[in-house]
């Protein structure tokens, strides 16, 4: 069946950095958008960034700070975290979609997360 699995998740001071990984198996890789969304206790899961083939979209408070990339030989999602803030703690999961977006009805795969956590 389709899995996506998360690792790279942790725990980092202000202004430090991370790399999410995510593993996707069971899918044609090459023909789904994949994104990052994170969410914390008591807020709606929000996406981070998405790319696809040839584009790449990022929510405003992540753009300059956060890249999101593929391997498509590898088979894997990829979220280079740089200055990182508190307001970056959060759960974060990978998933792919059919779209271009960065609202989650747009995608119909889930990892199951990672958690970071920024002081």
């Known amino acids: 069946q389709v899995q996506l699995v998360e690792s790279g998740g942790g725990s980092a001071q202000a202004g430090g950095s991370l790399r999410l990984s995510c593993a996707i198996s069971g899918i044609g890789y090459d023909g789904y958008c994949m994104g990052w969304f994170r969410q914390v206790p008591g807020k709606e899961r929000e996406g981070v960034a998405s790319?696809?083939?040839?584009?790449?979209l990022y929510i405003s408070s992540v753009k300059g700070r956060f890249t999101i990339s593929r391997d498509n030989d590898k088979k894997t999602l990829y979220l280079q975290m740089n200055s990182l803030k508190p307001e970056d703690t959060a759960m974060y999961y990978c998933?792919?979609?059919?779209?271009?977006?960065?609202?989650?009805?747009?995608?119909?795969?889930w990892g199951q997360g990672t958690q970071v956590t920024v002081s």
């Open positions: 998933a792919a979609g059919r779209r271009r977006s960065l609202a989650q009805d747009g995608y119909n795969y």
């Open positions: 790319t696809g083939g040839a584009y790449t």
